[in-house]
């Protein structure tokens, strides 16, 4: 029976062509049969007019035979697409009006859509090319119950001999490479330049197929010693930007982090690493304790620092990668038995879990957005859709009347809508593929000074084309449905009599759809602004926000003297130096040290306990003793820090006040003990209460925070905070010139303390233009929808309106006629948009800077002015409804 | 309406279209027609022309096959012959049908009346 089908369906596609041969060879069969027929007859002697009669009554119809015939011979569905596409195109051509305006509309919602899309794609979803169009692996671990790891990063990462443990033991990849990303190295010369870099194992450009167009790259030699070899690689961008695109740049030497490093190679042009930020140079990493002195250890097996990229061998799977990988895991974690997993997948510009949640998460809110904005597009559409269809109702009453089928007339008008659709999808598509690349760079070129570099590239493939593709063909049915099901519903004998009579009952039906559309619009539109309107409270609130101690008159000098290349005896000298530097600069009235500047993007966390209590995740500081008198964070209870305390190394803490009222309520928290940094340690002390500060986050409250002393053995890692009267400007030049002085290698960042608050502000001001900029797409649209529904009503009812004016109604009353039912479906929509932007807003309270997701001001203002924008979209067309002269309305057709 | 009753009737009428040829031998559409109203004795009547697309169907998979070829009035007409496909279908609906009516036959029988 299979066979009979697969036959059948072979043959039916062989029909597809030559069409007239075989209707004409039909034709010829039937013909014969026919004269059988008539020479049957007339051998019973009926005469020859009578037998032709009685021939066509057996045969049947000619034409119903002939069109099933046809129907068997093909593909009828096929047919029938390829008709109602003609038919569609018929449709679109005869009103070329609605058509650009349609087109233009969903153009603009797939193309933001589709553009949003390849973001979050070349982001998260789509795996990277490397080499020539090859995609490598990814793998990092998952740590679970009870075990020590040192993290540097991410704890998503391996230790060194982890590495090595995985690229010597496997089996299924012919390559294995590690690397360190973000590695910041100071370029050495007349102007020290910040660069970064990669740590890289000694095969990283074999495993990725890039190899150096200009030298000999890395060799295995390079990483057999720790520190022996001083060579590193650079970025084509960094030898043409930075080293002048000398061709004999190779054996010429750099200076990175006052380390001298040998040049042996030039990255293909357009390869700049992996990840997000680009990559200037390639170190081998047993280059690391030169380059980046820190707190590294690279023999250290518990230490997650590096990530794996894997060049699979030919024929093997990922399955076949996690059960060797999870051979090899459970091989090497001996000390710390099954509490190491592995997860495998294709390299992607983000492959850790902690990051890909963050953007995924992202991403979908995002997309929703957008979503929303394509929703009220369509059901603008679908509203000019429906007023067509009551131009055309006469046409499909004939239709129905001459045995068309309910189903094939609303797949006739859904596929007309798809139709519509795909022309604007493709050109939102194809405009967003050329835009926006263009787009994501201007935005990258305008993020704010702090920002870290990075770059995306944009790039189409096939996942974005089958969203957008996906997307638009929803789109079509979105808007095309509710149209093809009401106009299909069409009353044959109505429609046909006559245009009056049963007109207003059918047009109450169609206008109580066009109202649920409209009720739709709005709320969707409430939604988004309600969104746009909380962000844009939570930006004046950010601009307003009191983080609790003072920033005016203070400036801050960082730096990160080991990491730069200076030995631990050097950068203790140099800070000193540098101290006593900046005391004496003239109107310099107050020098304070702390590890990390108040609201800078550097964050230490740690874990605190009252002994015998739960663990609790701190934040936690460094400073100097006279920190809280120059922050202007007051000591509310206890003392402050003392010299003496810095000096001896002694065991104290200052903790916040919402420390004290967490871990020890309605207790005085003065000479209690505490337990911080893994256990073990001495207890410290709890000498002060500070007044709670946001110096970790602006706008997240009052997490708890500690203070440390600074303690001598780390001092030279803290940087400065400096008090003058002078004013910024005039003080940053001194510090630059000071430390230019001082050091002319010295790489530095002076700064006004505020900067640190406008990049908070800056990240919130860029989430309020973009969300801004969709409400007002959307508030535009949704205007449109509301002044639409308004010019149609009142076009149906000029009669009626005519009659009441006769009968005495004025201006006034005729306006309350209108307005009344046209704000109906808005104020329901909207009521609609508030309670479930109230239901949603929690998720971007991060953004809000402390204003409550269901902020009184927002929720009253923003939903007053969308029913002002709907009055206005009411009035323009109601306008014209007061002004109808009677004599001519009520001749009107 | 008509179109559900010949979808019940389907495997049956196939039934019909090929034991004819089987027993006819190649014959052409018109000839069909009048042999099955002769054996059906008039009870199966249907316009004469509905027999082209159930033929065609038979075609496409390959159970009959068609060439043209003269009448015996010495017209030009399509004649219709099974093929090997075709016969090994025949016997299987022949024998699928004969089961179903014997059992139908048992139902109907006068000892499954009294045991009801």
């Not at chain 1, 750099?254 to 357009?270: D, E, F, K, Q």
């Not at chain 1, 099954?338 to 979908?364: D, H």
């Not at chain 1, 493939?461 to 106009?487: C, E, H, K, M, N």
């Not at chain 1, 005729?814 to 609609?832: N, T």
Request: hydrophobic share 45%.
């Amino acid at each position: 029976m299979l066979i009979a089908w697969m036959n059948e369906i072979g043959a039916r596609v062989k029909g597809l062509f030559l069409r007239r041969e075989r209707d004409a060879e039909f034709d010829a069969e039937l013909r014969a049969h026919f004269e059988m027929l008539v020479e049957d007859y007339r051998a019973r002697r009926i005469g020859e007019a009578e037998a032709r009669r009685m021939a066509h009554v057996r045969l049947g119809g000619a034409q119903q035979i002939k069109e099933a015939h046809r129907e068997q011979r093909g593909l009828p569905m096929l047919d029938t697409l390829w008709q109602d596409l003609r038919y569609g195109f018929r449709q679109l051509r005869g009103s070329p009006g609605f058509t650009v305006v349609a087109v233009l509309t969903i153009a603009l919602g797939i193309g933001v859509n589709a553009g949003i899309f390849s973001i979050l794609d070349a982001l998260a979803l789509r795996p990277i090319v490397v080499g020539a169009r090859q995609t490598v692996v990814s793998f990092y671990p998952i740590f679970q119950g009870k075990r020590h790891r040192n993290v540097h990063g991410s704890s998503s990462m391996f230790s060194y001999p982890e590495y090595e443990a995985y690229r010597d033991q496997n089996h299924v990849f012919s390559g294995l490479a590690g690397y360190v990303p973000f590695v910041e190295a100071t370029v050495g010369g007349e102007r020290p330049a910040q660069i970064n870099g990669t740590l890289a194992s000694c095969n990283y450009f074999d495993v990725l197929n890039e190899r150096p167009v200009l030298g000999r790259g890395f060799v295995e030699a390079d990483c057999a010693t720790a520190g022996a070899s001083a060579v590193v690689v650079v970025s084509n961008e960094c030898w043409q930007n930075e080293l002048g695109a000398d061709p004999e740049i190779v054996g010429k030497t750099i200076s990175l982090n006052h380390t001298a490093l040998t040049i042996v190679g030039v990255a293909p042009a357009g390869f700049e690493g992996t990840e997000i930020a680009p990559s200037a140079f390639w170190a081998p990493i047993t280059m690391q304790r030169e380059l980046v002195p820190d707190l590294i250890n690279i023999n250290d097996a518990d230490l997650s620092w590096m990530s794996v990229l894997g060049s699979l061998r030919p024929g093997v799977s990922l399955e076949q990668v996690r059960a060797e990988l999870a051979v090899i895991t459970a091989r090497t974690q001996v000390k710390y038995p099954g509490t190491m997993k592995v997860s495998v997948q294709k390299a992607m510009l983000f492959n850790r879990p902690e990051e890909r949640g963050i953007i995924l998460t992202v991403g979908a809110v995002v997309l929703c957005a957008v979503g929303l904005v394509l929703l009220i597009a369509c059901a603008n559409i679908a509203n000019l859709l429906l007023a067509r269809a009551a131009a055309r109702r006469r046409e499909i009453a004939v239709r129905l009347a001459m045995g068309a089928s309910r189903g094939r007339l609303i797949r006739q008008l859904l596929t007309g809508s798809i139709l519509l659709a795909l022309i604007g999808g493709t050109l939102g598509t194809l405009i967003s593929f050329v835009s926006f690349d263009g787009l994501v760079r201007i935005v990258i070129a305008h993020l704010p000074p702090g920002a870290p570099p990075f770059a995306l590239h944009l790039a189409p493939d096939a996942r974005v084309l089958a969203y957008s593709l996906l997307l638009t063909v929803l789109t079509g049915i979105a808007f095309g449905l509710a149209p093809a099901l009401q106009s299909s519903r069409e009353d044959v004998n109505t429609a046909l009599k006559d245009e009056g009579g049963d007109a207003a009952r059918r047009s109450a039906r169609t206008g109580k759809l066009r109202n649920v559309l409209v009720s739709g619009q709005v709320a969707v539109c409430m939604i988004l602004l309600l969104a746009a309107g909380l962000l844009l409270r939570g930006l004046y609130k950010a601009q307003t926000i009191d983080p609790g101690f003072e920033m005016k008159g203070l400036d801050s000098v960082t730096f990160r003297l080991v990491r730069q290349g200076y030995t631990e005896a050097q950068a203790a000298a140099l800070h000193q130096q540098m101290r006593e530097r900046l005391a004496a600069l003239p109107g310099v009235d107050g020098v304070a040290e702390a590890r990390n500047i108040p609201l800078g993007d550097e964050h230490w966390q740690t874990e605190a306990q009252v002994p015998g209590g739960a663990n609790r995740q701190v934040s936690y500081n460094r400073v100097s003793p006279d920190f809280f008198a120059m922050m202007g964070i007051p000591i509310v209870r206890g003392r402050d820090f003392t010299d003496g305390d810095v000096q001896s190394s002694a065991r104290v803490v200052i903790v916040t006040e919402a420390v004290a009222r967490e871990f020890w309520p309605g207790e005085d928290p003065l000479g209690k003990s505490l337990m911080s940094f893994g256990e073990g340690n001495p207890l410290l002390e709890v000498v002060g209460v500070a007044k709670d500060a946001q110096v970790d986050h602006l706008g997240e409250g009052h997490p708890n925070f500690l203070y440390f002393p600074t303690d001598l053995k780390g001092e030279s890692q803290d940087d400065f905070i400096v008090r003058s009267t002078l004013g910024d400007a005039a003080t940053l030049d001194e510090i630059q010139s000071a430390m230019h002085a001082l050091d002319p290698q010295l790489s530095f960042v002076a700064a006004r303390v505020e900067d640190n608050v406008s990049n908070f502000r800056a990240f919130s001001r860029i989430v309020v233009a973009a969300s801004g900029t969709l409400a007002g797409l959307a508030l535009l649209l949704a205007a449109i929808g509301v002044y639409g529904l308004v010019s149609y009503a009142v076009s149906r009812r000029i009669r009626e309106i005519g009659i009441r004016m006769a009968l005495g109604a004025d201006g006034r009353d005729v306006m309350k006629l209108i307005f009344g039912q046209a704000l109906r479906p808005v104020v329901i929509g909207a009521l609609i948009g508030v309670v479930c932007c109230a239901g949603v807003s929690r998720i971007f309270s991060s953004l809000l800077f402390g204003v409550s997701p269901l902020d009184p001001i927002a929720f009253v203002l923003v939903p007053a002015f969308l029913i002002c924008v709907a009055g206005l979209a009411c009035y323009v067309p109601a306008r014209r409804a007061m002004r109808v002269d009677p004599m001519v309305a009520l001749r009107y057709e | 309406m008509t179109e559900r009753k010949a979808e019940v009737l389907q495997g049956t009428l196939d039934l019909i279209w090929l034991k004819t040829l089987e027993t006819m031998g190649p014959m052409h559409g018109y000839g069909i027609a009048r042999r099955i109203e002769q054996v059906s004795q008039e009870l199966l009547s249907l316009n004469q022309g509905t027999l082209y697309p159930a033929l065609l169907r038979l075609e496409q998979r390959k159970w009959i096959s068609s060439s043209w070829g003269a009448s015996e009035n010495n017209r030009k007409a399509k004649f219709y012959s099974l093929t090997r496909a075709g016969k090994k279908q025949l016997a299987a609906e022949a024998k699928n049908w004969e089961q179903i009516a014997a059992m139908i036959g048992r139902f109907l029988a006068p000892g499954a009346e009294r045991a009801r």
